[in-house]
């Protein structure tokens, strides 16, 4: 069995809520039902995204450090508000603590140019740690980090959840998945830009429309820029969870038609890859 590398994961200490319809683990025992995923679906290293932008989230910046202390699989990813305006102090305590880079949300554009407007020394201290940079963020948001990739080009910035281009009941054309993914498309010129083929089920309408064939065209669109290189898989979990399984997650018919070898790239091998140069 080929060993799968996971860009998109959560943890939370009380648990993921949910909205209470689903089989979502709770406070306790997400770790142990991610650790029986690892050992049934093979998989090697974790990208863990820190979040803590809702009150049920708060520290888990440190909850997922010392997660990770004792799980040489986890890399663990530090939460930045895009209203702050983090330091190189700051980078430097996250870089310190153990984390291999930031995560970063931008719902839409005024939360795009707050994070567009951080100090540079901020950044400066990100590139020195060639830092992995996990974007939640709209196209709307997008576009106003073009700059970032030449601002830090040590750093990689990973945009997760296909871009984020938002809900369709069925599958938009090529020509229209391509018009609302541009500002990330745009991004395909620089070598340290990747996407993280997540989130499919939060592109469908409902999000429960597995197998998500309205997210087809924006894969192929991301697949045909990027290329398998710089396209990683990411479950999603537990989020995931209140709408599909995690074999739903991991099953995903857009790369079907993709060569075994591009398909391992994208399952695992380019964030083994990652990481592999970011451990600390």
Not at 2 to 29: E, I, K, M, N, W
Not at 99 to 115: E, T
Not at 176 to 184: D, G, K, S
């Amino acid at each position: 069995m080929s060993l799968l590398a996971d860009a998109h994961v959560h943890f939370f200490a009380t648990g993921y809520p949910g909205d209470g319809r689903s089989p979502v683990p709770g406070a306790g025992q997400e770790v142990a039902a991610y650790e029986r995923i690892r050992t049934s679906a093979a998989v090697s290293d974790v990208l863990v995204v820190g979040f803590e932008g809702a009150a049920f989230a708060t520290g888990n910046n440190d909850y997922i450090r010392t997660l990770a202390i004792e799980r040489d699989w986890m890399h663990t990813t530090a939460y930045v508000a895009a209203g702050g305006r983090p330091s190189a102090a700051m980078a430097r305590a996250v870089f310190a603590a153990g984390h291999i880079g930031i995560s970063i949300y931008a719902a839409d554009i005024l939360a795009g140019r707050m994070i567009r407007d951080w100090p540079t020394e901020f950044w400066a201290e990100c590139d020195r740690s060639g830092a992995v940079v996990s974007i939640n963020a709209v196209p709307e948001a997008v576009e106003q980090l073009t700059g970032l990739p030449s601002m830090a080009p040590n750093c990689a910035f990973l945009f997760a959840h296909l871009g984020l281009p938002g809900r369709y009941a069925f599958a938009p054309t090529a020509e229209v998945a391509r018009t609302r993914l541009e500002p990330l498309l745009r991004l395909a010129e620089h070598p340290n830009c990747f996407v993280k083929i997540s989130g499919l089920y939060a592109v469908s309408d409902p999000r429960t429309a597995y197998p998500h064939d309205a997210a087809t065209p924006f894969v192929t669109a991301c697949l045909r820029d990027f290329g398998a290189g710089r396209c990683l898989w990411g479950s999603d979990f537990a989020p995931a969870l209140e709408y599909i399984s995690f074999e739903q997650c991991r099953d995903l018919r857009q790369l079907g038609s993709l060569a075994a070898a591009d398909r391992q790239l994208v399952m695992g091998d380019n964030l083994r890859r990652l990481v592999a140069t970011r451990r600390r």
